[in-house]
């Protein structure tokens, strides 16, 4: 019989492991930096806010007393290429390696597009594509720099990537994922050949601070949100935690160029 101290399911450790989480300030980001820590994984955060949200410093906390290892937070612009790439050569040179990414920068906006004005989109863009590429190339570059033999990044898409929301008019937004989603498997194709996989999640609706924000304004959407997929609910950002430890670990090793959508079967009506 097994010691109880031997491993269970090996692979999906991710101990000593150095990952970049960018919006990893709060919500999603921040969760799914958590079971990356219980993981152990040691996490940057990289986010635009001041400062973090107070939840960041209790996993923090958390990561130092329990769990052996460290949660740090940066203040930096996603879009912003020089102080990117130094932020984050900066981070591979204090360890000597640097393992994987979470991609969970975005904004969204809900605007008609008859009403949409072209800064907003670029804006939205900006952040949601462009920063999202700017950030997995500066990882990338590191992984190879430092001729690491593997590196796997994750980006957040969404459901939005693969269909039109019905009843949330978001045009930018749902463009920006479905640029994503394609982005990471162009990236795939060109880095695998160091090693790097790429893959992408793509959630349904989650219930987060912002979406109850919103139910404020269009209390019918609660339901209808629900109602809109096979379980008739909607996600919680843990629900995504699972999947994160599972695309940087050595459990998904063979899967690149993905799109794991998680979204309660909203897409396969």
Known sequence: MASISTPVLP???????VIVVSGGARGLGLTQAEALLEAGA???????????????DVVAVRAEKELGTSLTYHRIDVREE???NELIKDIADKHGRLDGLIAAAGIQQETPALE???ADFDRILGVNVTGVFLTAQAVARQIIRLGQKSGSLVLIAS?????????????AYNSSKAAVIQLARNLASEWGKFGIRVNTISPGYIVTAMTDMLFVKFP?????????????????????RGAAVFLLSEASSFMTGSDLRIDGGHCAW
């Open 42 to 56: 040691i996490v940057h955060a990289l986010d635009i806010l001041p400062e973090p949200s107070p939840e960041f």
């Open 82 to 84: 020089q102080e990117l």
């Open 220 to 240: 019918e959407r609660r339901e209808y949100f629900a109602n809109g997929n096979m379980l008739g609910r909607m996600s919680t950002a843990n629900e995504f």
């Open 116 to 118: 949409h004005s072209g």
């Open 11 to 17: 692979e999906f450790s991710l101990k000593n492991r």
């Open 159 to 171: 459901m939005s990537g693969t269909v039109a929301n019905r009843g949330l008019i978001c045009p």
